[in-house]
């Protein structure tokens, strides 16, 4: 009994030191970042960062390239991670499916900083691409694929063990039977998609490789000179300004709101799915 | 010949190098009739039903050696795809889709598989197959809920719906009612009683109470070997062989 209480009470205190934490974060970000945020009003969602000394301005810039390069990772990610799941699941206990297995398992925990410098390497120097949005967004893309392409791997798994039989049984050819899987197990797919789009969000490290350093361009065309919120808290926050920390705390303060709203998303799709 | 559906001979059966089925000779299964498997669990029930419809070769490392016929034709000359929408099965697991109306539930292989186009023709084949499974009335003002909203026996129900819309000449069935519970498991006992006029149906039965109550042949199996088949009165009051009467008395 009384080894049980001690067991319960130490638990409770670990939970305490984990909460703990993440209520100091969060309420550092509140009270430094809130106010930014109320001053600027819309324009600081929409607005051109300012020069040093000269008001808040906003990170419409460096949001829209956040959002920019989320959107193009995704679709570099999406197609790759959903295929190579699919060959995993369908191929399990396969020499080329178990390679595969292990790549996207070692991937999940390369340094961030690697690919980023690979990226600028081989994208940026080499096939010339340049320090822009599809840079980083390629950068962005292959820290994403691991996520999201282990979680489509669970779902499909789960779904195939539950409809391959029932698709086969039911007189389905091969690729009616895909199409099956794929449609059962949708939502922890979607919910993968969302954690993947959550890391590359707030990923910093590589967009120092291959993006640029300056805030306030807008895209005008796909390769405009761009790059995304973490940068411009990294180097923000760095600066002898009080305006530029300011606005750094306000950008931390959304890309950390921005983060929150998806992982609840993805929280959402997968209670949906019992 | 056309009053058996299926005929076995000499049948063994092994899964990555495992004898499952032992030489299983001279099994017959009447046409309209229900014929019910038992056995304990491991002696290779299972396997033997899906076996029928040719839904165990999907498996890694299958053996098969011996004679299937399927109305006289041996059923590996015959395409898997097409012997699969004659030889429905259903599992011992409720599992309908899960993400789907209940309509959708039963017209998806008729959909997938573009039997019926015609979105009239559709209704009349899904309410068809809804009402062979005893379940329209119980869901006729709910068709475009999710199954989800289904009690555990109205979705073995439901499944059962969807392989009928595929107009299957045999049902494979496989401890339908094992999971469900006493009063959705009668309502399956005489839905099945009420198709076999128009179908076969086989039954793996998790209990010889089951299978004397429903069935009019039985077969028993055990490890791997078929101890003992015919008409269920006989084999259940005069078993000719002895672990027959240990099964049926519940003693192994």
């Known amino acids: ?274 | 010949m056309e009053n058996y559906v299926f005929e076995i001979d000499h049948l063994n059966v092994w899964i990555e190098n495992k004898h499952i089925l032992k030489d299983i000779c001279n099994l017959k299964i009447p046409k309209n009739t229900i014929f019910a498997i038992m056995g304990p669990s491991g002696s290779g029930k299972s396997t033997f039903l899906k076996l029928l419809n040719r839904l165990l070769e999907l498996k890694k490392n299958v053996k098969i050696e011996g004679e299937i016929k399927f109305y006289g034709q041996d059923i590996f000359k015959i395409d898997p795809i097409r012997l699969r929408r004659r030889v429905g099965i259903v599992f011992q697991q409720p599992n309908p889709f899960y993400h789907m109306s209940i309509f959708d539930n039963v017209a998806y292989a008729l959909k997938a598989n573009g039997l019926i186009k015609n979105k009239a023709d559709l209704i009349n084949a899904v309410t068809e197959a809804l009402i062979r499974a005893n379940l329209y009335d119980e869901v006729k003002d709910r068709l475009n809920k999710p199954a989800s909203v289904l009690s555990g026996g109205q979705q073995q129900r439901l499944v059962i719906a969807r392989a009928l819309a595929l107009k299957p000449e045999v049902l494979l069935l496989d401890e339908p009612t094992s999971q469900i519970d006493v009063v959705g498991a009668r309502k399956i006992e005489e839905l099945l009683i009420s198709l076999k006029e128009q179908i076969t149906i086989i039954l793996v039965s998790h209990t010889p109470q089951q299978a004397a109550r429903i069935s009019d042949y039985v077969a028993l199996f055990y490890d791997g070997r078929l101890v003992e088949w015919g008409q269920s009165e006989n084999i259940f009051t005069y078993p000719k062989n002895e672990l027959t009467e240990k099964y049926v008395a519940g003693r192994i």
Do not use: C, H
């Open chain 1, 1 to 274: 009994m009384v080894k049980d209480k001690l067991i319960f009470f130490l638990a409770f205190i670990s939970t305490i030191f984990l909460f703990l934490p993440f209520t100091w974060l969060l309420s550092v970000l509140l009270i430094k970042g809130a106010p930014v945020i109320f001053k600027g009003g819309l324009e600081f969602l929409t607005g051109i960062p300012p020069l040093p000394g000269d008001g808040l301005g906003g990170i419409g810039t460096v949001l829209e390239g956040s959002i920019f390069m989320a959107i193009i990772a995704s679709l570099i990610s999406i197609p790759i991670s959903i295929l190579t799941a699919l060959y995993i699941v369908m191929y399990e206990g396969g020499l080329f499916a178990k390679i595969l297995r292990f790549l996207v398992d070692s991937l999940v925990e390369f340094p961030t900083i690697i690919i980023g410098i690979s990226v600028f390497i081989i994208f940026v120097q080499n096939l010339k691409l340049g320090l822009n949005g599809i840079s980083g967004a390629i950068a962005l893309s292959i820290i994403m694929i691991p996520y999201t392409t282990i979680q489509a791997i669970e779902n499909l798994r789960q779904s195939k063990d539950e409809y391959l039989e029932v698709g086969y049984s039911l007189g389905l050819t091969d690729s009616n039977v895909i199409k099956l899987i794929l449609s059962e197990g949708r939502e922890g797919v979607i919910t993968g998609i969302l954690i993947g789009i959550a890391k590359i969000f707030g990923e910093t490290a590589p967009l120092l490789f291959t993006t640029v350093t300056s805030f306030n361009i807008f895209l005008r065309t796909l390769t405009s000179p761009i790059t995304g919120v973490p940068s411009l808290i990294f180097n923000f926050a760095f600066s002898p300004y009080n305006n530029w920390l300011d606005v750094a705390w306000g950008a931390a303060l959304i890309l950390a709101l921005t983060v929150t709203i998806l992982f609840t998303l993805a929280r959402i799709f997968t209670r949906r799915k019992l």
